[in-house]
């Protein structure tokens, strides 16, 4: 009888050493979690939990305590910031997905202004040289830059350079007339 009164008292001193040790750490994970998370109240959560986590580890090591407590704070901060991070992601999502339908008389009107100044700039085709003309109607009708070089039996990367000169030089010309 006596030894399992003297068993608990044992338990609860070793319990007290074990968090005064852990309390003496406190203050400098604290500093270190806030510095990793920015706010207070993350980096106050992350502490206790770490240091609950130390105080009922079994194999404790006593000597090595404050190496524990910065690891397990540490880590603590990254699912912290993990966390946050996908809810983060998931808020984005959730916000494309309640994003209201565009209005479709809108959406005629875009598409027909689009329409409009893509039959503009075929119309300023002939301001550009014949290979910077044939690359770009080449790619409009669906070709990749491989497939017009082939077609047109010119090398990869001229057809690359014809079609980032026509680009240019129609944007060029598209700027000027909205300028008007």
Not at 27 to 46: H, K, M
Request: with cysteine.
């Amino acid at each position: 009888m006596t030894r399992s009164l003297s068993y608990p008292r044992q338990e609860k001193e070793r319990h007290r050493h074990r968090w005064s040790l852990v309390l003496a750490e406190r203050e400098r994970l604290l500093r270190l979690a806030t510095s990793r998370l920015g706010r207070v109240s993350d980096a106050e959560d992350c502490v206790q939990e770490a240091m609950l986590r130390a105080v009922t580890f079994d194999t404790l090591d006593e000597s090595r305590v404050a190496a524990l407590l910065t690891t397990i704070t540490l880590r603590l901060c990254v699912d912290q910031q993990r966390g946050v991070q996908r809810d983060h992601r998931l808020a984005v999502r959730v916000q494309i997905l309640r994003r209201p339908e565009p209005d479709p008389v809108s959406e005629v009107e875009h598409r027909t202004c689009e329409r409009a100044a893509g039959a503009w700039l075929l119309t300023q085709l002939t301001g550009l040289g014949t290979r910077e003309r044939d690359v770009l109607l080449a790619r409009a009708r669906g070709l990749s830059t491989a497939e017009t070089a082939n077609a047109l039996q010119i090398t990869y990367k001229s057809a690359e350079s014809a079609f980032t000169r026509a680009r240019s030089r129609l944007r060029a010309v598209y700027h000027q007339e909205m300028a008007r």
